[in-house]
């Protein structure tokens, strides 16, 4: 069965740095989102992207982070100064439609020092 | 104020039991929703949409209810592989999904 997958699976990065999280989404899909979950809390929707742009994003998402679909395969979110409260996992998905279920990858665990 | 609001449990209900979870959303202009489970410190797997006419898929029945903005989820039999966190989710806008902070179940032997 297909998958979407991400790397890495766990990133530690000092504050203010940059960080790129990677994910390959299904091959047929063409709705890419990011979610982040705080350990212990909900997950929360950082942004859905399809035809290149960003169709949607939330609150969270602010100036400091960015995605990318760099390759036709690759969908990438960019932090571009972490901060400690930028610390959780943070899952991709894709879909084939907005009304279809996302598939989601198995998350990359972002860890601010 | 919380866009989809669900109890979280726990749920502790023997082997064999039947359980329901509800969830309530507050902007009646969603357009879906979906069942998804979340296991430990795993990714959300997409158990099921919801359909306005209600549907089933084996043990689990989801049903919508637009007029009071409640979805369902009812799990027959209840295997202790049911254990989970059950989130439930709605889309705004054909794009921007809510996700419930989740209903835990713990299925007992």
């Known amino acids: 069965e297909p998958e979407v997958t991400q790397t890495p699976s766990h990133q530690v990065t000092q504050m203010g740095q940059e960080v790129i999280l990677r994910c390959v989404p299904i091959?047929?899909?063409?709705?890419f989102y990011w979610y982040r979950q705080i350990l212990g809390q909900k997950v929360e929707f950082l942004v859905s992207?399809?035809?290149?742009?960003?169709?949607?994003k939330s609150e969270i998402f602010d100036d400091q982070f960015s995605v990318e679909r760099p390759d036709g395969s690759n969908f990438t979110l960019k932090i571009r100064s972490t901060k400690l409260e930028d610390s959780a996992m943070y899952f991709c998905?894709?879909?084939?439609?907005?009304?279809?279920?996302?598939?989601f990858g198995d998350g990359t665990r972002l860890s601010i020092l | 104020r919380k866009e989809v609001e669900q109890d979280p449990g726990p749920f502790n209900v023997p082997e064999g039991a039947t359980v329901a979870f509800n969830c309530t959303y507050s902007n009646s202009a969603s357009q879906s929703f979906f069942w998804y489970r979340q296991d430990c410190r795993k990714e959300p797997k997409l158990l099921m949409s919801v359909y306005s006419s209600g549907n089933e898929d084996g043990r689990f029945t989801a049903q919508l209810n637009r007029a009071s903005q409640y979805i369902s989820l009812l799990i027959r039999d209840s295997k202790l592989s049911d254990s989970a966190t059950y989130l439930c989710?709605?889309?705004?806008?054909?794009?921007?999904?809510?996700f419930g902070s989740g209903t835990k179940l713990n299925v007992k032997p």
């Open positions: 998905a894709s879909s084939e439609g907005t009304r279809q279920g996302q598939h």
């Open positions: 989710v709605a889309l705004y806008n054909f794009n921007k999904f809510y």
């Open positions: 992207f399809y035809n290149n742009e960003i169709s949607e």
């Open positions: 091959s047929n899909h063409l709705y």
